[in-house]
């Protein structure tokens, strides 16, 4: 069984500062690892993705994850907010036939 | 070229009626799933489809079915509606034979509200 766990439900930076949003994951396999953005009433982005490549994984907008098998943690990175970041973020566990979708994380960005 | 999507992008419907929503995935992607997004329930995987088969089924009531047509056009039908059965239903589709899990791009969901 798979599952993830973002560990915080709401982020608040203020622009200009750095951004991280934590997931931790649990698998029984290799398992492909998914950010997912989405913004207001609007479907979701894939933002980047891990399938046992480098471990360190860039996305799109400036946002990077890197992946830490010994700690089974997927973090999220931004060096610099941007108000445009402000927006429900997803973390996602895959095992070829099971998708797990985390709880989310509101990211909130202060002028 | 035009990404996913899906119709109505919102809908209110009675209790005990039943409704259809329609997703077209982007050309040439085969494969669709569904999911239901409540406040409560967060992203919840309802089935996937490919090549017109159902190849994976989430923890949903019966009432919930869908269909996959040659063109890769999906419906899903959920019948004797319930109120909680209020919310955003988004559909996402692949182009790999993959299984889910490969990356897939969304549409921007039905919103359903059910009075």
């Known amino acids: 069984a798979q599952s993830v766990t973002q560990l915080d439900s709401h982020v608040s930076v203020s622009e200009g500062t750095p951004v991280l949003l934590r997931c931790n994951y649990s698998?029984?396999?290799?398992?492909?690892l998914f950010w997912y953005v989405q913004h207001p009433n609007k479907g979701l982005q894939l933002l980047l993705k891990?399938?046992?490549?480098?471990?360190l994984v860039k996305g799109i907008n400036g946002f990077e994850a890197e992946f830490k098998k010994s700690e089974t943690s997927f973090h999220l990175t931004k060096p610099s907010a941007h108000m445009s970041d402000a927006a429900e973020y997803f973390c996602?566990?895959?095992?070829?036939?099971?998708?797990?979708f985390g709880a989310g994380t509101r990211l909130t960005v202060k002028p | 070229k035009a990404g996913v999507t899906q119709t109505p992008r919102y809908l209110i419907k009675t209790r005990g009626q039943q409704v259809t929503l329609s997703c077209s995935p982007i050309?040439?992607?085969?494969?669709v799933s569904w999911y239901q997004q409540t406040p409560g329930q967060g992203l919840q995987f309802l089935f996937e489809?490919?090549?017109?088969?159902?190849?994976n089924k989430g923890n949903f009531p019966g009432r919930f079915s869908g269909r996959q047509f040659s063109n890769s056009r999906s419906e899903m039908n959920v019948s004797t509606l319930e109120l909680g059965d209020s919310a955003l239903y988004l559909c996402?589709?692949?182009?790999?034979?993959?299984?889910?899990?490969?990356?897939?791009?969304f549409g921007s969901g039905t919103r359903l509200t059910v009075v």
């Open positions: 996402a589709s692949s182009l790999r034979n993959a299984g889910i899990g490969s990356g897939y791009t």
């Open positions: 698998s029984s396999y290799s398992p492909s």
């Open positions: 891990y399938t046992s490549a480098a471990t």
């Open positions: 996602v566990v895959s095992n070829n036939n099971d998708m797990r």
């Open positions: 050309s040439g992607h085969r494969s």
């Open positions: 489809y490919f090549s017109e088969t159902q190849r």
